[in-house]
């Protein structure tokens, strides 16, 4: 929720002009995103978004990003598209930032996602799934498995600050998951971060996907684990089975399932749970009490993990064979 | 730079729906304005900006501003206005916050103001004073001579901590301006804060005012010292008096300064700058480090606050006689 950059008119102006999009009619900071600097641009032409990459994003990944945005949208996945300047470049620089200018898509994102939502959250996941199939770039999952232990030495002296018994609760966790960790599933490029503020909906229809930024290959079951902790749980930490059938019901409309993903997923549920437990605990730890962004609580991801230890059958996360 | 209060996607589709505005097509968190929540909202039928009103505005003062705006907009000066809702209120809460919905301007405001902006605010700036005359609503200036003591007096002692000697600069100014203060100058609504980011721009063509908040009944000739101090400065503290010329210039061919005012400019100066300078001072020592959003550094006042104390003749401030 940032504009950690800021254009000057004159900049934004003679940026706009190089892509031919005609007079800058408004050009305003958009509280949105902890990553980079973003602007809703409004030109003659239409709406675009603009961002500036920050410290957080490497440059050597903008490519994939930007490249999979492209290739999805030309497979026609409802998603930003970037655009290409009078010279043919999508990746530009900006008041000394890597930069890009992306479509505009319409739409809100919902804070209370009904099970309709999580319905067409799974749907879209699978397109995205099957459109990224034949993108050629690869970028690995910087924050899947073999990340995890490296990142928990970081903060591990002090996770006890966060709820007593925390460090141990994790060790014991990573010695679980990482040996039985499935060497093959089936994969390809994932979202990895699609959380409900991360889709937007006109009515009851899905009307784009956003924030590619931690976008990668993986499982694809793994990224149905992610969106069954984001989509599926209530306020209170239970599992709401409604809206975990929708979701993969979605998914499955589009790409059914196969055993060995169906199997697999209370694995990759926890690990997806422990994740995310993982960086809200080091952002907890790391972000000073007066940051204007404030760090998710980790004990959400917690509590999920949790849940997901104590599946017993699949048929627990609403799985229906289609 | 933000937004304070997070509105719901089932909440601001029900608030515009009170207006008649339309489905909601897109609704994002602008990163702009330290006091206030703004969002801009697009819906079916136009734009517009929400604003919901923080801690910092008090809840009183708002019909004094929403009417401002109303009667200035009727008067066809550039500025939002405030929509009216389907039962005629133009201010609701929100999220348990004041809000109020205005419609949206284009433009871009000026980084780094030319001579021929500075003309186009100083016009604008009298025909605000000129279109505010017969608002029948007061709101007595909280930050005018009354007020700059007791906010002295709640730094003062850390005032060093700033620049050496500062404590004793501002103790001295205030023996000398608070006595010499004129008593009775040509007054009404002034807009008491019209810094370059508060003008939107199209080309060289002014498009809009914005930001009433500080919105008040003063001397008129005191909101032109303001934009003095706030457009004809460089980054090197040094006076521009092309644009001094330009400012007066642009004011005067809407309403000339009266030899009162003209006379009591050096010194209307010196207590803007003032204003400016204990605001800042005390921003500066109560934000924390951390805090996203930066306070301005007290010194860029301190420099003006001497560039006037040594004026001699109001012609120094390139004022020309209409």
Same mark, same amino acid.
């Given at each position: ?33 902890? %990553? ?42 409802? !998603? ?15 008041? *000394? ?16 996602? @009904?099970?309709?939502? !999580? ?12 459109? *990224? ?35 141990? %609760?994790? @060790? ?32 009851? %229809?899905?009307? *784009? ?22 989509? !599926? ?46 960086? @809200? ?42």
């Amino acid at each position: 929720m940032a504009v950690y950059t800021e254009v000057p008119d004159d900049e934004i102006e003679a940026f706009a002009a190089s892509y031919g999009l005609g007079e800058v009619l408004s050009f305003k900071g958009i509280a949105e995103g902890v %990553e980079n600097s973003n602007y809703l641009v409004v030109t003659e032409r239409d709406q675009y978004i603009l961002t500036l990459y920050e410290k957080r994003v490497q440059p050597k990944d903008l490519p994939f990003f930007l490249g999979l945005m492209e290739h999805l949208a030309a497979a026609q996945f409802t !998603c930003p598209t970037p655009l290409r300047d009078l010279e043919g470049r999508n990746l530009r620089e900006l008041c *000394g930032r890597p930069a890009a200018l992306v479509s505009f898509l319409s739409g809100l994102y919902v804070r209370k996602p @009904r099970a309709k939502h !999580c319905e067409l959250a799974g749907r879209a996941l699978a397109q995205l799934h099957e459109c *990224g199939k034949n993108f050629e770039i690869q970028r690995k999952n910087a924050l899947g498995p073999d990340g995890w232990r490296p990142l928990f030495e970081r903060f591990s002296d002090q996770a006890d600050e966060i709820s007593a018994g925390l460090g141990d %609760e994790i @060790r014991n966790e990573l010695d679980v998951l990482l040996p039985a960790w499935p060497a093959d599933l089936p994969g390809g490029v994932i979202h990895a971060d699609l959380f409900p503020d991360n889709i937007f909906f006109r009515g009851d %229809e899905l009307s *784009g996907v956003i924030d590619f930024y931690f976008a990668c290959n993986d499982f694809f079951a793994y990224d149905v684990a992610i969106c069954l902790n984001a989509w !599926c749980f209530e306020p209170d930490y239970s599992f709401n089975i409604t809206k975990g059938q929708a979701l993969l019901r979605g998914y499955q409309s589009v790409r059914p399932l196969a055993d060995s993903e169906r199997n697999a997923l209370p694995l990759l549920a926890r690990g997806s749970a422990l994740r995310f437990l993982l960086t @809200r605990s080091y952002d907890w730890l790391n972000t000073a009490p007066d940051a204007f962004v404030k760090p998710h609580n980790p004990n959400d991801y917690l509590r999920r993990l949790r849940f997901h230890q104590a599946i017993k059958t699949v048929g627990e996360y609403g799985i229906e064979v289609p």
